[in-house]
């Protein structure tokens, strides 16, 4: 059964014009404005209470947000159902907000983490490379990210998705963006996850309008592409 909460102001695109929102989403934000509102799409039974199962904390962009798509098919909402169909005891939280940066996450983090957390999946960056901001200044950030995350969960696995960085930024900034999550993975003990798009990035068959974000089959890819890596973590 579904026991998903989304977490989640959906705006414009990945690195759409800074932080301005879809007026359409059905997701509001909370008090502060930044940080996301939570909905139960469905009352679990007695023997799955959500204060019985573990939670899997999605923080992300656009991207895990699910832009464009049907709340139900972003890429966290169809790896709750691939949980549900193992039988394992997990909830997902979809914390996705589109249009945030690494510095955005980090301010949003104190709020984000009130609520429980066994697994914490990393995904940002992604809105840092499309802007051109400077590689040094995003590994800082996204480690002040997975420090906080440590000392705030010390017991959680946690995980950090690779991301790329656009071609037309040249050789040395794209290898340095690419290089710098495995670093960071190694740095702060956190699983690396493989690119969330690989398969996916580049093929208009499988991408929405934009050019940027996965459409309903190219979804299907990506939680694919996550549930290998993640599957064998709620397993063992």
Same mark, same amino acid.
């Given at each position: 059964?579904?026991?998903?909460? $989304?977490?989640?102001? #959906? +705006?414009?695109?990945?690195?759409?014009? @800074?932080?301005?929102?879809? %007026?359409?989403? %059905?997701?509001?934000?909370?008090?502060?404005?930044?940080?996301?509102?939570?909905?139960? &799409? @469905?009352?679990?039974? +007695?023997? !799955?209470?959500?204060?019985?199962?573990?939670?899997? $904390?999605?923080?992300?962009?656009?991207?895990?947000?699910?832009?464009?798509? &049907?709340?139900?098919?972003?890429?966290?909402?169809?790896?709750?159902?691939?949980?549900?169909?193992?039988?394992?005891?997990?909830?997902?939280?979809?914390?996705?907000?589109?249009? !945030?940066?690494?510095?955005?996450?980090?301010?949003?983090?104190?709020?984000?983490?009130?609520?429980?957390?066994?697994?914490?999946?990393?995904?940002?960056?992604?809105?840092?490379? #499309?802007?051109?901001?400077?590689?040094?200044?995003?590994?800082?950030?996204?480690?002040?990210?997975?420090?906080?995350?440590?000392? !705030?969960?010390?017991?959680?696995?946690?995980?950090?998705?690779?991301?790329?960085?656009?071609?037309?930024?040249?050789?040395?900034? %794209?290898? +340095?963006?690419?290089?710098?999550?495995? !670093?960071? +993975?190694?740095?702060?003990?956190?699983?690396?996850?493989?690119?969330?798009?690989?398969?996916?990035?580049? &093929?208009?068959?499988?991408?929405?309008?934009?050019?940027?974000?996965?459409?309903?089959?190219?979804?299907?890819?990506?939680?694919?592409?996550?549930?290998? %890596?993640?599957?064998?973590?709620?397993?063992?």
């Amino acid at each position: 059964m579904m026991g998903v909460v $989304l977490l989640g102001a #959906l +705006a414009m695109a990945c690195g759409g014009s @800074s932080g301005a929102r879809d %007026t359409t989403s %059905t997701t509001k934000p909370a008090s502060p404005p930044e940080s996301p509102t939570s909905r139960t &799409d @469905s009352v679990p039974t +007695a023997s !799955e209470a959500p204060d019985a199962r573990r939670t899997i $904390l999605f923080l992300g962009t656009s991207l895990t947000a699910g832009l464009g798509l &049907d709340p139900d098919s972003a890429y966290p909402q169809q790896i709750q159902r691939k949980i549900d169909a193992s039988r394992l005891a997990y909830q997902v939280v979809n914390a996705g907000v589109s249009g !945030e940066t690494s510095a955005g996450l980090l301010r949003r983090l104190d709020w984000v983490l009130r609520r429980p957390a066994d697994v914490v999946v990393v995904e940002t960056g992604a809105n840092d490379g #499309l802007r051109g901001l400077p590689v040094s200044a995003t590994r800082k950030t996204i480690g002040q990210v997975l420090d906080r995350i440590r000392r !705030e969960r010390p017991n959680a696995t946690n995980l950090l998705v690779q991301m790329e960085a656009p071609p037309n930024l040249g050789q040395e900034y %794209t290898s +340095a963006f690419h290089a710098m999550f495995a !670093e960071l +993975a190694r740095e702060h003990g956190a699983t690396l996850m493989p690119f969330l798009l690989q398969g996916v990035a580049g &093929d208009p068959r499988l991408n929405q309008g934009d050019g940027i974000h996965p459409n309903n089959e190219g979804e299907r890819i990506v939680a694919d592409n996550v549930w290998r %890596t993640l599957q064998p973590l709620l397993t063992r």
